[in-house]
């Protein structure tokens, strides 16, 4: 409540009650010299702290590099690195320089022979701390944690001839690029047990701009190498970081078993990085990749199982994969594709829980006489299409092979694919299953499927040789290669145009 104050005839009869009251002849004069010699020397306090405040502040913006002064300075605390194996070492131990321009491989491979001998004890950790660490490629042992703090970066050296060469895979009998040797891996592990990369959401950079400007231009003579590759192993499990900028292939686990890949961002420029497929599980069995962004220029996920009769006679199939709870782009290529390579076979597959957005492609299976193989027991469900100009894909002509030793009579079989809750926006053509006469698609199962599309055509939900059955309300409408039930999967009308062709590239 404010007071009200009503002047009267005497000078000091108006005063506020909550203000003490007015004194009186010489005592009054005593007193409001008091009064203003105080407020004289409260004003200039005021005064001097405000400038105190403004300069402090003015300081400590000023000097933000550095953190201002120390009464302002706010500390985060570091994030403490936690112990994952009985013994840790740090990176700097072995004389490592995190400045960017410094080669460190030397340390590192003195670091992974030191915990090579811890192996009978539990193995041990090597910590990269905070830093720029340029290397050339290294090899990981068993037993062992590479753990990346957080502002960790590990850069891949980009001139080529600090990269070693090795043979061509086995099931690829081919260099994929080129005839002959390949380029290894940034980071490279074969035949271990019990591996761990994992951090702070640190950084595996493979600098992989010079690598494709040089594949452009026609200047490499040899495949490019993936950014981490783990060959003929088990137990593994990679979560937790950043993944950016490989040469080729990002992260590529070969004919492995029991891998957990789980909370990755995995980047590349979405144009003009070629063949930078996020990841690509190629032979390998009893896997989950779960909680990762992919964001590249190709294929967010791959699954393959070798070339044409280099797979075949390899005879490794990729099973057992749970793939879930990702957000993928591709502008290139496809979210999540199965083959081409796919000549040992793919089988149990789930994929669940999936947004795939701006991308040329959802989710694909690619193939081609020459093949051999099969592709069958594939789930997809829970499936969200962002923007997408073709949402499901299966084709049979991806005529792409290694040389000419192939056999053309060595068709795959597809069969048992279903697509469940499908759902999205912004979808050119929501489905396109090119089958063939000599590699037919049988038992593809649609339910729950409602697409928004941009493209008013008729033909948009596009078949050719395909058997199987759509179960209760699709939208788009569903080509008539297809049997229709109800949702208590009754019978309301038998296809009799399943090798009816009706695909229509144009669009």
Known sequence: MVETLTPTSSSSSWWPRWWPPPLHNHHHRRWIATITNLLSTHKTFLIALWLAFFFTVFYWHRDGTTGGLLIFRRTLPCRTLPKLRPVAFNLTDFGAVGDGVTVNTAAFEQAVRAISRLGKKGGGQLNVPPGNWLTAPFNLTSHMTLFLAEDAVILGINDEKYWPLMPPLPSYGYGREHPGPRYGSLIHGQNLKDVVITGHNGT????????????????????????????????????????????????????????????????????????????????????????????????????????????????????????????????????????????????????????????????????????????????????????????????????????????????????????????????????????????????????????????????????????????????????????????????????????????????
Not at 288 to 296: A, F, G, K, P, T
Not at 378 to 389: E, G, K, P, Q, S
Not at 458 to 485: M, S, W
């Open 204 to 507: 595996i950079n493979g600098q992989g701009q010079t690598w494709w400007k040089k594949y452009r231009q026609k200047l490499l003579n040899h495949t490019r190498g993936p950014l981490v590759q783990i060959m003929w192993s088990r137990d593994i499990l990679i979560s937790n970081i950043t993944l950016r900028d490989s040469p080729f292939w990002t992260l590529h686990p070969y004919d492995c078993k029991n891998v957990t890949i789980r909370n990755l961002t995995i980047l590349a420029p979405i144009f003009e990085a070629p063949n930078t497929d996020g990841i690509n599980p190629d032979s390998c069995e009893d896997m989950v990749i779960e909680d990762c962004y992919i964001s590249v220029g190709d294929d967010g996920i791959a699954i393959k199982s070798g070339w044409d009769q280099y797979g075949i006679a390899y005879q490794r199939p990729s099973m057992n994969i749970l793939i879930r709870n990702l957000v993928i782009r591709s502008m290139v290529s496809a979210g999540v594709s199965i083959g081409s390579e796919m000549s040992g076979g793919v089988s149990n597959v789930i994929v669940e829980n999936v947004h795939i957005w701006n991308s040329r492609r959802a989710v694909r299976i690619k193939t081609a006489p020459g093949r051999g193989g099969y592709v069958r027991n594939i789930i997809y469900r829970n499936l969200t299409f962002d923007n997408v100009r073709v949402g499901i894909v299966i084709k049979t002509d991806y005529n792409e092979h290694p040389d000419e030793g192939f056999d053309p009579k060595a068709v795959p079989i597809l069969e048992n694919i279903s697509y469940s809750s499908i759902h999205g926006e912004g979808v050119r053509v929501p489905v396109r299953i090119q089958g063939s006469e000599e590699i037919p698609v049988r038992n593809v199962t649609f339910w729950d499927m409602s697409v928004g599309i941009t493209y008013k055509k008729k033909h948009i939900f596009q078949c050719a040789f395909v058997e199987g059955r759509v179960i209760g309300t699709v939208f788009p409408a569903p080509c008539e290669n297809l049997d229709l039930y109800d949702e208590q999967g009754h019978l309301i009308q038998k296809s009799v145009s399943q090798n009816v062709s009706d695909i229509d590239y144009d669009f």
